[in-house]
């Protein structure tokens, strides 16, 4: 039986409810879980993830069969998840030394790496160089100089793509746009995205040719994150192959790998529901296609970065109801154990979830109530204005779609310990992170008496 037939489409699609009409995920007992590990508690359900993963594969590789899904990891990475995405046949984003020791530490194919990042480290792009991370996206030219003799000190020729930023408006929150001029991230293009003589996008394709320990195989860009709309991609596609071309002219420049980088949204609230996989797939190759055709350009390998849309819908947070405080005619405040050290979400982005009892999944809303976190401020909010059945001290509270910006987001605000994950498939329940304890958050404190 379905929980709530309203939050299916947020929540991952084993969700069921038992006979005592308690939250299922992929076969497990929510309150089960809860009791078993404490709360707050992330599940990761393995068959949305796969799932998930399944249709963008198959949506971009049935129509353009060169294509790369690379998995955004900063979205959620941990050891299990890297190794899952190995096993899927995906590549993986990183934008860190630490994301890459992870990827590292499953024998990831290095080949399938792509390294981000707008200030990568002398350290970090040797430890990239040397694991044979398959292509660093140079970002600006402090890092094209440093790369260039990092590559030469190891003997290494190093593949390299050119993060561009198209000046593409993808109408998303103001703190995850990336590919407007005014932002910190890729080589600039003309205000109007045309690409004009002695622009910084050109003149870094000039450099990257005569860098002698790199070779330039293409051109990424990313606009934000979540993107709703096609018409972002079909814009960024038109101008970063436009831009192709001019270099083809001008400079012999030949585009073997293309990245129009990430940002497919996912369902957080029932009344959002984002386009399906198939509908990027079409209009982010449909339009490369058109472009390329109108330059005659040949078909380059893509590789496109989901993250948030693999991982959000696989995550849910379980927090333990606590303490209420009704402000008559203001506000009713009900407060979990949880809140923004695991989930920043709704603080930095004004983010809106969803949320059910899992251990009342079909009780009726009764009353409106803004689910507080237990951290001290007050922009800790999870949830503004929600209705919910009445909430009592000990009810198990299911934050649908908390799989993706919110445990690798988690701090220890307040020393919190970071909460465990839960890997449930078929019935079986997996620990593959335990709960974080005063020890380890003291691990690194070398202060002696
Ligand atoms: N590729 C690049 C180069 C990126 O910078 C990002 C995200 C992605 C791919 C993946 O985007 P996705 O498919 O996950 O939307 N913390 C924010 C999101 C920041 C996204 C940063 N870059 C949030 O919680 O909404």
Redesign the pocket.
Known sequence: MMADLDLAPVLPRTAATTSDDHLVLGGCDTTALAKEFGTPLYVFDEEELRGGIGEYRWAFTSRYENTLV?Y?S??YLGRWIAALMAEEGLGM?V?SGGELAVAKSVNFPMGKV?F?GNNKSEQELREAVEAGVGRI?VDNFHELALLDGVAGAAGVKQRVLL?ISPNVDPHT?A??T?GILDTK?GFVLEADGSGGEGDPAEQAIVQAQASKNLELMGL???L????FEMEPYEVANDVMIGFAAKMRDRHGFELHDY?P??????PYTRDQIPPAPDEYAEAVIGSMRIALEREGLDEPALSV????????RAGVALYTVGARKEIPGVRTYVSVDGGMADN??PA??E?RYEALLANRATDAAEENVTIAGKYCESGDVLIRDIDLPKLEPGDLLAVPASG???L??ASNYNHAPRPPIVLVREGNARLVRRRETYEDMMRNDVWQE
């Open positions: 690379v955004a900063k979205a984003d934008v792509l981000h996206v993060r929150h703190k995850t990336t991230f990424h860009c990313h934000g994150s979540p993107i990245s980088g990430g940002g497919f949204a996912a970065e989901p993250g948030r849309s693999i991982a959000a920043i979400r930095m982005y983010a993706a910006y919110c690798s987001m």
